[in-house]
């Protein structure tokens, strides 16, 4: 994935609404597990953003829709927007043994 695009990785199937995670979605949400319904509740901590969406079809992205994010994510990324796409996992090969390079 690109650095700096918004992906959508969660639809509901009851409103229409795309979310970057699990968590953002299920925040959308109010009531008994029995009776939940979407309701974008004020205290859900959803930022909107505006990005791409390659659920539907892949080869054919809707760009420019309103994907929620949870403000906890919305957060992280502006804490490591500085970090210029520096590389922060290992990168090198591991043995089997577990020794590197």
Do not use: N, Q
């Amino acid at each position: 994935m690109s650095a700096g695009i918004t992906y959508c990785r969660c639809h509901c199937a009851g409103c229409g609404s795309h979310f970057t995670s699990l968590e953002a979605y299920d925040r959308h949400r109010s009531g008994p597990m029995s009776d939940r319904r979407c309701t974008f509740p004020d205290g859900a901590k959803l930022v909107e953003r505006i990005g791409t969406c390659r659920l539907d079809d892949p080869t054919r992205p809707l760009h420019g829709v309103t994907i929620y994010e949870h403000e906890s994510a919305a957060r992280a990324r502006e804490a490591f927007r500085g970090i210029g796409g520096r590389e922060t996992a290992r990168t090198e090969r591991i043995s089997a043994s577990g020794g590197g390079r």
